[in-house]
């Protein structure tokens, strides 16, 4: 099985996995032309698709390819009912595309009903987990979003994780706004600007390398908890990493 990465829209990556017969499954395809301009230059027949959650820039893709092929299972969660989803998938559930195993985890945070495919080594963790960042939430759903995070950094550490978007850069210079003397997280960056410069993708990346430089799995690090000068009420780990959040939005 192999793995083409499409940029979509602004900063979205659609993955597109396929086999030795030229099938294919696509992940979050918030648009249609780049997905079909990929299709058909590797002649690719599409069978599947996933989607992670119901925001248009992971979904809007689906009824034009739809078209194209029509005989394509869709695979969701509850919350993406409306785009013609054969299969409404949750946490737990599994199955096999392309002689591939697949398991649904649910992982809300982003939404209420957001989940990830994973197909060792592959995560497909849609707008979750970041490199050195995460996705946005609301306050109601700060706690479910850390649990999402504790959920993912038990997977294997050469799990490859691939997000929905690319942004690297920025979640990396919070990170150093956070930890500046963390030599790792500095160097990273270095690596980050020249692959961006080069136009190059930082995306998939590792439970391994997010551990290191990702602050929202850092929550508990004595510096991170300084840098955020927390108030006295803040006593629980997902609190802290809601004010990891907050602090992020302002950056
Ligand atoms: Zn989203």
Redesign the pocket.
């Known amino acids: 099985m192999n793995i083409i990465r499409v940029s979509a829209l602004n900063t979205n990556y659609i993955w597109i996995l396929y086999n030795y017969s030229n099938e294919c499954i696509v992940i979050d395809p918030g648009e249609a032309v780049a997905v079909l301009k990929i299709l058909k230059r590797f002649q690719l027949v599409l069978r599947a698709i996933l989607l992670t959650?119901n925001?248009p820039?992971?979904v809007n893709g689906v009824s034009a390819l739809m078209q194209y092929f029509p005989k394509t299972i869709i695979y969701g969660p509850l919350e993406t009912k409306n785009n013609s989803v054969h299969f409404l998938v949750s946490e737990g559930d599994d199955f096999l595309l392309l002689q591939k195993k697949f398991r649904v985890f649910h992982f809300p945070g982003?939404?209420l009903g957001h989940i990830g495919f994973y197909s060792a080594p592959w995560l497909f963790c849609?707008?979750t987990v970041f490199s050195a960042g995460c996705?946005?939430f609301c306050a109601e759903l700060a706690q479910k979003m850390y649990e999402s995070f504790v959920k993912i950094r038990h997977f294997p550490c050469n799990t490859l994780i691939f997000s929905?978007h690319e942004y690297t850069l920025l979640n990396v210079n919070f990170a150093i706004s956070m930890l500046p003397h963390d030599q790792f997280i500095i160097n990273y960056r270095n690596r980050v600007i020249k692959l961006r410069e080069n136009n190059k993708a930082t995306v998939p990346t590792t439970i391994d390398l997010e551990l290191k430089v990702n602050p929202f799995f850092r929550c508990n690090n004595i510096d991170v908890k300084r840098s955020l000068n927390l108030s006295s009420d803040i006593k629980e780990k997902w609190q802290v990493f809601y004010e990891l959040r907050k602090k992020k939005d302002l950056f």
């Open positions: 959650h925001h820039d992971h982003h939404t849609g707008d996705g946005m929905g």
